[in-house]
C-alpha cells in the first residue's frame, strides 16, 4: 500500500534551517508529482510547493518563495524541503501528498 513518512521536523530558532524529507513507497514513484502541505494551529491546511514527477517544474506559495526550494531524488523515492530563513509564521505540520494520499505529519516549530 501508499505509505508516506515525513521526518526532519524539530524546534528551530527564527531565521534558522531544516530540511524536511518525506520517504514513499508503495507507488512508482517517478510517475507523480509530490507536494507539500502545512497546516499551522487553528488554521486551514495550505500548499507549500509542488515539484513535477521529473522535477522540472517547481511552484511554491508566495509566502516561502525564496525561502523554501524543493527537490527529490527518484532513485530514493524522496521528496524534500529545505527551508531557510524560517520565521515563528512557518510554524505548522508539514505534510506529504502525492495523489490522494497523506503522511502523517511532522511538525515544525520556529520559536526563540
Known amino acids: 500500500q501508499v505509505q508516506l513518512v515525513e521526518s526532519g521536523g524539530g524546534l528551530v530558532q527564527p531565521g534558522g534551517s531544516l530540511r524536511l524529507s518525506c520517504a514513499a513507497s508503495g507507488f512508482t514513484f517517478s510517475s507523480y508529482a509530490m507536494t507539500w502541505y502545512r497546516q499551522a494551529p487553528g488554521k486551514e491546511r495550505e500548499l507549500v510547493a509542488t515539484?513535477?514527477?521529473?522535477?522540472?517544474?517547481?511552484n511554491y506559495a508566495d509566502s516561502v518563495k525564496g525561502r523554501f526550494t524543493i527537490s527529490r531524488d527518484n532513485a530514493k523515492n524522496t521528496v524534500y524541503l529545505q527551508m531557510n530563513s524560517l520565521k515563528p509564521e512557518d510554524t505548522a505540520v508539514y505534510f506529504c501528498?502525492?495523489?490522494?494520499?497523506w503522511g502523517k505529519g511532522t511538525l515544525v516549530t520556529v520559536s526563540a
Open positions: 501528498n502525492a495523489m490522494q494520499y
Open positions: 515539484i513535477s514527477n521529473s522535477a522540472r517544474i517547481t
